[in-house]
């Protein structure tokens, strides 16, 4: 079993480029959520993608999209990067919970991130 | 809502000594405890984790956290530090109904001293 696998590991853009990060969930888990860590800073929850929905988001602006497929492979997409951006982008899968969209008490796996630099 | 407050960013010990980071929340409704490791360069790996149950929790290379609800507190440790331990060490809170959202402290990062 791979894991939860990301790509790329490292990324640079410049301000107001857009970005793609892609991850690829744990076998078996069909509950991605996306994670900005910042540096020096806790992971901070950006949304979860289960059955190709969004179904939960944080405070993160409309600049920050995501999106499932049917494999349920997951990309992140950032539009108008600004400097802030930099940061740790986290990829989690887990199994959902009885209500479905990922179990508040399943564990999440996490991969091992995508670095993006914003210049 | 939820927080997590991490007590210390920075905690050193000596080899063989007690590790102890605190971990305190904030919740309204019961919550879910997770302490993650992050390596240096790589992602998050659970610890261990309290749902319901025994609020004594082992996890894994020999960590264990007592959750303890008059103290809204999930404090971590291990009776002996080894070298390999060295690593940032985060509390996440996490509650029902909400999907498995993780709300997480700022880190505590344990050096571990020969």
């Known amino acids: 079993d791979a894991g939860v696998t990301q790509s790329p590991t490292h990324l640079i853009k410049t301000r107001g480029q857009q970005v793609t990060l892609r991850c690829s969930p744990k076998?078996?888990?069909?509950?991605v959520s996306w994670y900005q860590q910042a540096l020096g800073q806790g992971p901070q929850f950006i949304f979860q993608y289960y059955e190709e929905e969004e179904r939960q988001r944080g405070n993160f602006p409309d600049r920050f999209s995501g999106h499932q497929f049917p494999n349920y492979s997951s990309e992140l997409n950032v539009n108008a990067l600004l400097l802030g951006d930099s940061a740790l982008y986290l990829c989690?899968?887990?199994?959902?919970?009885?209500?479905?969209?990922?179990?508040?008490?399943?564990?999440?796996?996490f991969g091992p991130g995508t670095r993006l630099t914003v210049l | 809502a939820q927080s997590v407050t991490q007590l210390g960013s920075h905690v050193s010990v000596s080899e063989g000594a007690l590790v102890l980071l605190r971990c305190n929340y904030s919740?309204?409704?019961?919550?879910?405890l997770f302490w993650y490791v992050q390596y240096p360069n790589q992602g998050l790996q659970l610890l261990l984790k309290?749902?319901?149950?025994?609020?004594l929790v082992k996890g894994i290379n020999g960590f264990e956290a007592e959750f303890k609800k008059s103290e809204t507190s999930f404090h971590l440790t291990k009776p002996s530090a080894h070298m390999s331990d060295a690593a940032e060490y985060f509390c996440a809170v996490s509650v029902y109904n909400q999907g498995g959202k993780l709300i997480f402290g700022q880190g505590t990062e344990l050096s571990v001293k020969p």
């Open positions: 076998s078996g888990h069909d509950t």
């Open positions: 989690a899968s887990s199994l959902p919970g009885l209500a479905g969209g990922g179990g508040s008490y399943n564990e999440q796996f």
């Open positions: 309290y749902t319901t149950g025994a609020t």
């Open positions: 919740s309204s409704v019961p919550p879910y």
